[in-house]
């Protein structure tokens, strides 16, 4: 009884390492996954950093975050256009 329950385990191990093997050996599939997580993974922070930024400065806690765009859009203003 032992044995068979140990022998099912044994059976359901190999089969889960058996999904790994096969799920990680496409080594391209993984690569893109890992630069897609990567790129969401920064687009997030950009975005939560934004979002952050923008509602502190409704709220009047960053006074200095108009200034600071104002000046950015200026500059984007004076790149000549091609």
Do not use: C
Not at 1 to 22: A, F, G, N
Not at 71 to 81: A, C, I, K, Q
């Amino acid at each position: 009884m032992e044995d068979e329950k140990e022998l099912r385990q044994l059976r359901e191990i190999k089969k889960e390492l058996s999904e790994i093997k096969e799920r990680s050996s496409d080594i391209k599939r993984t690569f893109l996954h890992g630069v897609l997580y990567g790129a969401g993974a920064l687009v997030g922070g950009i975005l939560a950093v934004a979002l952050i930024g923008w509602v502190l400065n409704i709220l009047g806690i960053i006074p200095g975050f108009n200034e600071l765009a104002d000046y950015g859009r200026s500059l984007m203003d004076e790149l000549p256009s091609r």
